[in-house]
Nanobody, 119 residues
Framework: QVQLAESGGGLVQPGGSLRLSCAAS????????MGWYRQVPGEQRELVAT???????NSHDSVKGRFTISRDNGENTVYLELNELKLEDTAVYYC?????????????WGQGTQVTISS
C-alpha cells in the first residue's frame, strides 16, 4: 500500500519560513518523480515543484528563488523549504509521486498539509 505522509505545515507570518516533509512508503522511491502541489479552496490544484530521481527540478515561476525542493533517496523523503512566505502562499500542500519512466501514469497523492500565512 502506497502512503505519502506530509508534515510540517502550520501558521506563519509573512516573510517567514516553513519546511514541509513527505515520507513515502510502498513505492521504490528511486524510481519516482516526487512533487509538491497546492490548492486554495475554490481553485484548481497547481504545481509547486517536482524533482526527478536524478535531481532535476521543475518549479512554478511564482516560487522560484523562494521555495526549494529536495529529496533524500536513502530516507524515502522529499522536502519543500518555503522561504519569504507571502499571503498568497496560503494553501493546502500535497505531496505526489509519479513513476519517472511513465510520466503519463497516475500519480499517488498524500492527504495534504495546511500552510497558512497570516499576520
Amino acid at each position: 500500500q502506497v502512503q505519502l505522509a506530509e508534515s510540517g505545515g502550520g501558521l506563519v507570518q509573512p516573510g517567514g519560513s516553513l519546511r514541509l516533509s513527505c515520507a513515502a512508503s510502498g513505492i521504490i522511491f528511486g524510481l519516482y518523480t516526487m512533487g509538491w502541489y497546492r490548492q486554495v479552496p475554490g481553485e484548481q490544484r497547481e504545481l509547486v515543484a517536482t524533482i526527478t530521481p536524478g535531481g532535476t527540478i521543475n518549479s512554478h515561476d511564482s516560487v522560484k528563488g523562494r521555495f526549494t525542493i529536495s529529496r533524500d533517496n536513502g530516507e524515502n523523503t522529499v522536502y519543500l523549504e518555503l522561504n519569504e512566505l507571502k499571503l498568497e502562499d496560503t494553501a493546502v500542500y500535497y505531496c505526489t509521486a509519479r513513476q519517472f519512466l511513465r510520466p503519463l501514469s497516475a500519480a499517488y497523492w498524500g492527504q495534504g498539509t495546511q500552510v497558512t500565512i497570516s499576520s
